[in-house]
């Protein structure tokens, strides 16, 4: 009766799809979308609507008072307290932050490069996942070129300290090459599931990344490890298309101002209209938005009561 039972919820879970939403990001400010979430009190309530709106993971940023980007552990456990008081979604919070404020320091050649240690910080917030960039890359930023440096044994020790302190990595990947290699190497050996979120669009912003099309998209699902749980984000004017494209293919989907902060007529959107919009495409294929927990179950996360 058990192993029956347990094929059902499996075959509950297939139809469902996790809809993460990413309010706020590293980049963007009110300048840009005047309905962004900056401070952990509005970020608290716009995640409460997204979450009632069908999003079951909240990717998360943290600014400081004046906007600029952090990973204060601080700010971390500030915001993602606020949130749990509103509502039980999955919790994911950026260990890339952003490209200013406390994420960069210049070098003495006046480069600038985002702070390792700053970026450390971003684990220590209680989150259920973080995300985990083991990327080397320019990012073009509206203060200039600003380096992600991420060589291989930088990579290996935020995976290693996200385990010991029994966090997911969610694993960004901008090119198969990422796939193929950082992704590959360093999921080698643990069970899975693997959390891989297959960013495209970013072409103009990071190094190396690709833009949208249906063959960018399906080389890098082709690529993914085994035993892989994938959602796609999508920047740009393709989003619809793309993020369509990826629940064909049985993955999930992010939405929000971090990824694209447009409505389709192009006027700035609230996270919440996005989320609504990827929920009712969802729905018209047939499957249904994941809660919470279904999220959890579906990603292997315990059950995270604060």
């Known amino acids: 009766m058990n192993d029956l039972r347990d094929k059902v919820i499996v075959n509950d879970l297939r139809d469902k799809v996790i809809v993460t939403v990413a309010p706020t990001g590293g980049f963007l400010t009110a300048a840009?979308?005047?309905h962004i979430p900056t401070q952990p009190q509005q970020i608290a309530a716009d995640v409460a609507r997204c979450h009632s709106a069908g999003a079951s993971v909240a990717a998360l940023h943290a600014r400081?008072?004046?906007d600029q980007a952090t990973c204060d552990a601080a700010i971390y456990r500030h915001m993602n307290t606020l949130v749990r008081e509103r509502c039980d979604i999955v919790l994911n919070n950026s260990t890339g932050g952003g490209v200013n404020g406390d994420m960069v320091r210049t070098r003495s050649d006046g480069s600038r490069v985002v702070d390792w240690d700053a970026r450390l910080q971003g684990l220590y917030g209680g989150a259920d996942?973080?995300?985990?960039?083991?990327i080397t890359a320019y990012v073009t930023s509206p203060v200039g070129e600003v380096?992600?440096?991420t060589p291989p044994s930088r990579a290996a020790e935020l995976a290693s300290a996200m385990r010991a302190l029994g966090i997911t990595p969610e694993w960004e990947a901008f090119s198969p090459t990422h796939l193929l290699q950082e992704i590959r190497d360093l999921t080698a050996g643990y069970p899975g599931p693997h959390l891989v979120n297959l960013v495209l669009g970013l072409d103009h912003t990071f190094q190396n990344a690709m833009p949208y099309s249906p063959k960018n998209l399906q080389e890098?699902?082709?690529y993914l490890p085994e035993n892989s749980v994938f959602s796609v984000s999508?920047?740009?004017?393709?989003?619809i298309r793309g993020l369509t494209h990826a629940l064909v293919l049985g993955g999930?989907?992010?939405v929000g101002i971090e990824d694209y902060p447009f409505l389709e007529t192009g006027e700035p959107a609230e996270n919440v209209r996005l989320v609504e919009n990827i929920v009712g495409i969802v729905e018209s294929l047939g499957l249904q938005p994941a809660t919470p927990d279904e999220a959890r179950a579906i990603l292997g996360l315990d059950r995270t009561d604060g």
């Open 32 to 34: 840009d979308n005047p």
């Open 64 to 66: 400081r008072p004046d």
């Open 129 to 134: 996942t973080c995300t985990l960039d083991a």
């Open 147 to 149: 380096l992600m440096d």
């Open 220 to 222: 890098m699902v082709e």
């Open 234 to 239: 999508i920047s740009g004017s393709d989003q």
């Open 252 to 254: 999930h989907v992010r």
